[in-house]
């Protein structure tokens, strides 16, 4: 019986990398083994990072609202404890969102947490 070779496979399986690998420098984007580790090494970042984006954008919300609210002389900290006092529910995203788009909105807010 004559012996079975998979190269058929193989090359399917080298050429879907390679292709996935498109736009990758020098070798990485040319060799087989190369462009394995590379895609590899980029999985890895990308399933890290997506989950450091959501650290990332709570950062910038919080840096936000600290902005606006220190131009009311009040403390982010003090804003935030005034908030949860008064019962009023609104995440970081959006309290940033008022704070950028509609400052007057927000100066009501902050007066009544001051109330």
Known sequence: MPRANSSVPHHRKHRKLIKAAKGYRASRSKLYVNSKDAIEKALQYAYRDRRNK???FRV???ARIKAA???HSLSYTKFIGGLKKKGVIL???ALAEIAV???AGFAQLVA???A
């Open 54 to 56: 959501k650290r990332d």
């Open 91 to 93: 995440d970081r995203k």
């Open 101 to 103: 788009k509609d400052p």
């Open 112 to 114: 009544f947490i001051k």
């Open 69 to 71: 609210v220190n131009t």
């Open 60 to 62: 910038l919300w919080i």
